[in-house]
């Protein structure tokens, strides 16, 4: 009763179907089945999905009280943050789990110093490498030109000296491209880009309701509603879980 009244379902009817709830509802009811038991460990998968702020802000003190271990995939920054002391990564190319210490923000903190450090590893190492070839290239060019110029044999033999000094560091730059010792570029960061289609202006007013109202049975979801959205704006529609909020939409 207290994790029904703390999520804010406490007057829902126990012989309703919970198919007939919304769908915050049965979240909510999902977590309240699942908080009232006891266990060694708390998995959560999406927690925070359909909840309402009200809901959130109970579950959030919650577990940050919560006693026991916790293990809970979210994309809710602001909630990884609350309730979170350590953050587990998984590598989608090489699919390692790491951990870094703190809440979301510290651990893209990290990430972004990580990252940093890598491209400057990356950048000087790409400079060493091209002096390196540079320099091959130099020598190859000094040998070539006492083998091809000179019919003298010392001078000959300088010649291929130089010229196996230049494939000695051709070999050394190869197994360094070869080994751990190389630095791999940084990934770029998955980024969304949404083709948003422009459409031709409507009037200044796109929506307009009056003395809107719904009922299932005798459960009155809302009336009298009146409601205007005029062109560039933008409306927030809050409110408790199964008040509406979806089917008025």
Not at 180 to 202: C, F, Q, S, Y
């Amino acid at each position: 009763e207290e994790i029904l009244r703390g999520l804010g379902v406490e007057e829902l009817n126990p012989e309703q179907p919970a198919e007939q709830l919304s769908g915050g509802e049965r979240t909510k009811l999902g977590l309240a089945d699942l908080l009232g038991r006891p266990g060694s460990l708390l998995l959560l998968d999406e927690p925070t999905n359909h909840l309402d702020l009200a809901a959130l802000d109970w579950l959030e003190r919650l577990l940050i009280s919560y006693a026991g271990p916790l293990l809970l995939a979210s994309h809710d920054r602001a909630f990884i943050d609350a309730v979170a002391d350590a953050v587990i990564e998984i590598d989608p190319v090489t699919h390692r789990a790491r951990r870094f210490a703190g809440g979301y923000t510290a651990y893209m903190a990290e990430r972004e110093r990580e990252r940093d450090t890598q491209a400057d590893a990356f950048q000087r190492q790409q400079e060493l490498i091209a002096r390196v070839q540079e320099d091959i290239r130099n020598v190859k060019q000094h040998a070539a030109r006492f083998d091809s110029t000179s019919k003298n044999d010392y001078h000959r033999r300088i010649g291929k000296k130089v010229a196996r000094t230049a494939k000695v560091r051709e070999r050394k730059l190869e197994k360094l491209l070869e080994s751990n010792e190389k630095v791999e570029k940084p990934k770029l960061t998955w980024g969304m880009k949404p083709d948003i289609v422009e459409v031709e202006r409507a009037g200044d007013i796109v929506a307009e309701a009056q003395g809107v109202h719904l009922a299932f049975g005798a459960r009155r979801l809302f009336e009298g509603l009146d409601l205007v959205v005029r062109h560039g704006e933008r409306v927030l529609l809050t409110g408790a879980n199964g008040t509406g909020k979806t089917t008025l939409l």
